[in-house]
Nanobody, 124 residues
Framework: QLPLVESGGGLVQPGGSLRLSCVAS????????IGWFRQAPGKEREWVSC????????NYADSVKGRFTISRDNAENTVYLQMNSLKPEDTAVYYC?????????????????WGQGTQVTVSS
């Protein structure tokens, strides 16, 4: 089993909402930042958001700022990505990942644990 498991993806109309979940199966998220990435067809994987363990400080890519909200529930060992006002350009496979740190980092190579991804499709 992969160390991180995403769920919550699906098909939604433009303007709709989805909430993605990322559950850790092998370690406690109390000690790790969690990032969300996405990869659209034909494009490179891009960083979307991250939440640190320090006061749950969150960071967002400009393309999702004001529409997406990242949060964590340590009791459930889960990080969520609430996605509102979805646009067709948000269509992608979404991945959660953890660096070996409680601090958010931006670059893909700095993340050690990954999930398998969940598909989000925004279309009418």
């Amino acid at each position: 089993q992969l160390p991180l498991v995403e769920s919550g993806g699906g098909l939604v109309q433009p303007g709709g909402s989805l909430r993605l979940s990322c559950v850790a199966s092998r370690f406690s998220l109390d000690y790790y930042a969690i990032g969300w990435f996405r990869q659209a067809p034909g494009k490179e994987r891009e960083w979307v958001s991250c939440i640190s363990i320090h006061n749950n400080r969150a960071n967002y890519a400009d393309s999702v700022k004001g529409r997406f909200t990242i949060s964590r529930d340590n009791a459930e060992n889960t990080v969520y990505l609430q996605m509102n006002s979805l646009k067709p350009e948000d269509t992608a496979v979404y991945y959660c990942a953890a660096p070996l740190s409680g601090v958010c980092v931006l670059y893909e190579h700095e993340y050690h644990y990954w999930g398998q991804g969940t598909q989000v499709t925004v279309s009418s």
